[in-house]
């Protein structure tokens, strides 16, 4: 029998939970058929009932797709979008017309903090990933990318080139993205952030603090700092109606 994620979301969420990861990890590849839902009840050991709501949440949600008499399949990568929506910056760079390059300055495994344990929301302890990045444009440097990966969702994210791939291309690309925090400030340079960005220590800075969700499991944190002389943040969206 398989065991589901010890955490203290209800059943049904964790039934989901086993789903998006066995999805962002790559096990079950794209257009894959899923196991029935007698085939799910019996190797995780929960009821038909539970099973049901989770298949049909995350058909609602846009991750599944069910064929009636066919079987439900793992439904096409969809764009994501939230408020204030970052974008991956080599495209951003490279649709300006300038040119984009990446230093990597750290690619790492650690064990986190008791802080960075918290907001992962680890029951224990576990090793994660951490990676530092310097992004620049037209070999002026515009960002400070430090990102803490979930490795049971992104195992293999220590093992990529990211001066070749966008860490954000490859983490878009490994694991769905169900929910996004934001917490954006301005906060002044120390010394290894102005080092890293050619800015006076001091110089005004954005910061943006963001974590992501696979279901209930937390897949990245990540701490971008951007020169605040050549960078701005913003974005434009359509308020629902109903609000």
Known sequence: MIDLPDTASPLYEKVKDYI????GTGRWGKDRKLPSENELVVSLGVSRMTVHRALRELTAA???IRLQ???????????????IEINNIAAEIVERGNRHRSEVLVLETIMPTEELALSFEFPKRVAIYHSVVVNFENDLPVQLEERFVN?????????????KTATYDYLMQKTPVTEVEHIISAIPADAETARHLN???????LFLHRRTWT????????????AGSRY????????????
Request: some cysteine; glycine content about 10%.
């Open 69 to 83: 008499g066919v079987g439900t399949f793992i439904a096409p990568p969809r764009p994501q979008s939230t408020l």
């Open 20 to 23: 998006l990861t066995n999805i």
């Open 62 to 64: 846009g991750f599944l």
């Open 151 to 163: 490795p049971s969702l992104i195992p293999d994210y220590d093992k990529q080139d990211f001066s």
């Open 199 to 205: 800015i006076d220590v001091g110089s005004c800075c």
């Open 215 to 226: 279901g209930a499991i937390v897949a990245t944190i990540s701490k971008l700092t951007y």
């Open 232 to 243: 701005s943040l913003g974005s434009r969206y359509c308020p629902s109606k109903t609000n």
